[in-house]
Nanobody, 117 residues
Framework: QVQLVESGGGLVQSGGSLRLSCAAS????????MGWFRQAPGKQREMVAK???????NYSDSVKGRFTISGDNAQNTLHLQMNSLNPEDTAVYYC???????????WGQGTQVTVSS
């Protein structure tokens, strides 16, 4: 079992920044993929950014150049630095961890990000 706990959401004005964090604990073995997903009201959950235990990073086109994902392997912590936020970024943001060999995946409880215009 793996537990994921997110923090750092909140309310920010358009153009502002927020930093999300996700602390992972439990039975963690490489290789894994950790990522941030978001779900806005009435919309499907979508991938925002992901990073592998090998250091490969991918971003969705909608956040490329504005968001930065980073990980601290020693502390099993994932971060998402979000800059130049706009109201379209408003959503509940979820941390996800997937283990490639084991095939199991876990979600955090989600953290609300609200960007006012």
């Amino acid at each position: 079992q793996v537990q994921l706990v997110e923090s750092g959401g909140g309310l920010v004005q358009s153009g502002g920044s927020l930093r999300l964090s996700c602390a992972a604990s439990g039975s963690i073995y490489k290789p894994w993929v950790m990522g941030w997903f978001r779900q806005a009201p009435g919309k499907q959950r979508e991938m925002v950014a992901k990073i592998t235990s090998g250091g490969n990073i991918n971003y969705s086109d909608s956040v490329k150049g504005r968001f930065t994902i980073s990980g601290d392997n020693a502390q099993n912590t994932l971060h998402l630095q979000m800059n130049s936020l706009n109201p379209e970024d408003t959503a509940v943001y979820y941390c996800n961890m997937y283990f490639l060999f084991r095939g199991d995946a876990y979600w955090g409880q989600g953290t609300q990000v609200t960007v006012s215009s």
